[in-house]
């Protein structure tokens, strides 16, 4: 069965501190890997796609990991607006359409 | 208009009734999903049409029609629907071709009585 596995959480973290999630998938084959954003009631919106060499942008860096098959999530100088649940998401090998989606992590940003 | 849009918003129904929840994408993009979204779950896959064709169809009942008329419309046509059936549908665009990246409307929000 494929599978994207996610820490629920909640992560309950200050304002302005570091925060990172995990995300392992179970298909080896997998090429393509995204993080998306959800707010609550909202739709998912695409945080960033997953490159192999990793990638940055602003406070948000997301890395590859194949031989262990997990994708990260790093946060620095977190916002409240930073408060969301961080969705996994990671190609279906076997389809050019479907992607499998993690359950989510919830991150909680405190004043 | 730009992304993705989707009408209604909000809807209610009893089980007799039918309704159709249409989608909408700017993006020039080449296929378009229908999602069902249950709270605390992972995003549940309905169906995917590519270039018009459906090409996916994860097991859904039938009381659940889709419909996909043009590249930039899409409808999901709903009827004799069950409670369980409660939950946000989420319409996504991507193009097909290197990471497949879906760019999601806001849903809708359906609630059977």
């Known amino acids: 069965r494929k599978e994207v596995e996610q820490d629920p959480g909640p992560f309950n973290v200050p304002e302005g501190a570091t925060v990172a999630f995990n995300c392992t998938y179970s298909?080896?084959?997998?090429?393509?890997f995204f993080w998306y954003r959800q707010d609550c009631r909202k739709e998912p919106k695409l945080l960033m796609s997953?490159?192999?060499?990793?990638n940055e942008d602003g406070r948000f860096t997301a890395q590859l990991n194949r031989a262990s098959q997990y994708i990260s999530l790093l946060i620095r100088d977190s916002k409240l607006s930073d408060s969301a649940t961080y969705l996994c998401?990671?190609?279906?090998?076997?389809?050019?359409?479907?992607?499998?989606w993690g359950a989510g992590t919830k991150l909680i940003i405190k004043p | 208009e730009t992304g993705v849009t989707q009408t209604p918003r909000h809807l209610v129904m009893g089980m007799t009734n039918k309704k159709s929840l249409k989608c909408e994408q700017h993006?020039?993009?080449?296929?378009m999903y229908w999602y069902k979204q249950s709270a605390k779950k992972p995003l549940e896959l309905m169906f995917v049409?590519?270039?018009?064709?459906?090409?996916e169809n994860n097991s859904v009942p039938s009381r659940f029609s889709p419909e996909c008329p043009n590249s930039s419309h899409l409808f999901l046509h709903l009827h004799t629907l069950q409670p369980e059936d409660s939950a946000l549908y989420l319409c996504?665009?991507?193009?097909?071709?290197?990471?497949?990246?879906?760019?999601f409307g806001p849903g809708t929000r359906l609630t059977v009585l």
């Open positions: 997953v490159y192999s060499s990793g």
């Open positions: 993006l020039g993009h080449n296929a």
């Open positions: 998401v990671v190609n279906d090998q076997d389809s050019n359409y479907q992607l499998i």
């Open positions: 298909n080896s084959a997998s090429q393509s």
């Open positions: 996504a665009s991507s193009q097909i071709s290197g990471y497949n990246e879906q760019f």
């Open positions: 049409y590519s270039l018009e064709e459906r090409v």
